[in-house]
């Protein structure tokens, strides 16, 4: 079945620096989705890619989807505290039989130092 | 606007003894329902989907079943939970029948089988 490798497995940085995950699969995606997941709560969609090439913003969020399709990145600019949590990756193929099921990365987990 | 509620948020359950979590969708028709388990804060496996009342799928072999009496409601279910059980499960939804599918969590339920 189709793995993704989600690094770095964990970060730890200081408030105002620059974050970057990454998502590699052994097979091809036509969605990568981008979660964030706090303690004891439900993961929250950061970012949507349909697009191969395709960037895309979410305030100080940037996720590219990589244009072999088996691939994404997340960057964070300018961390703050709040960006604590686990971040992950999702790859799918939507739309004919596979109904939107997604294959989840490990996840990273993020700490920011104030 | 959509809203995703699952309950309860922790429960606490002997081995051997019945479950039931449930999920409801508000603010759409016909959506997808999922069913998914995450072990330690890492890693999100599909147990069930749905596409429509009554059509469960089941993705890996296990001691839980699935239910979709309503268009909007999504129950799991055991009739003897095991320790193996244990974990946080999370319900979620998309729209069916689109390409650009975006898969919405709710808050999850800790379960432990003590």
């Known amino acids: 079945g189709q793995q993704l490798n989600q690094s770095p497995q964990s970060m730890f940085i200081q408030e105002g620096e620059d974050v970057s995950m990454n998502c590699t699969s052994s097979s091809i995606f036509n969605t990568w989705l981008w979660y964030k997941q706090d303690p004891g709560e439900g993961p929250v969609l950061l970012i949507a890619l349909y697009k191969a090439g395709e960037l895309t913003s979410n305030g100080r969020l940037t996720a590219q989807f990589g244009i072999t399709r088996k691939d994404s990145f997340l960057n964070i600019s300018a961390s703050i505290p709040s960006d604590v949590g686990i971040y992950f990756c999702?790859?799918?193929?939507?739309?004919?039989?596979?109904?939107?099921?997604?294959?989840f990365g490990q996840g990273t987990i993020l700490t920011v130092h104030p | 606007s959509q809203t995703i509620h699952q309950w309860p948020a922790t429960l606490v359950q002997p081995v051997g003894s019945p479950l039931s979590l449930e999920c409801t969708v508000e603010?759409?028709?016909?959506?997808?329902l999922y069913w998914y388990r995450q072990a330690a804060g890492r890693g999100l496996q599909l147990l069930f989907y749905s596409v429509g009342i009554g059509q469960i799928s089941s993705e890996v072999p296990q001691n839980l079943s699935a239910s979709r009496p309503q268009d909007r409601q999504f129950i799991l279910s055991s009739k003897k939970l095991l320790l193996s059980d244990s974990g946080f499960y999370l319900c979620?939804?998309?729209?069916?029948?689109?390409?650009?599918?975006?898969?919405?969590f709710g808050s999850g339920t800790q379960l432990s089988v003590l």
């Open positions: 603010g759409t028709s016909n959506p997808n």
């Open positions: 979620a939804w998309s729209v069916l029948g689109t390409t650009n599918e975006k898969l919405f």
């Open positions: 999702a790859g799918g193929n939507a739309g004919g039989t596979s109904y939107g099921k997604l294959t």
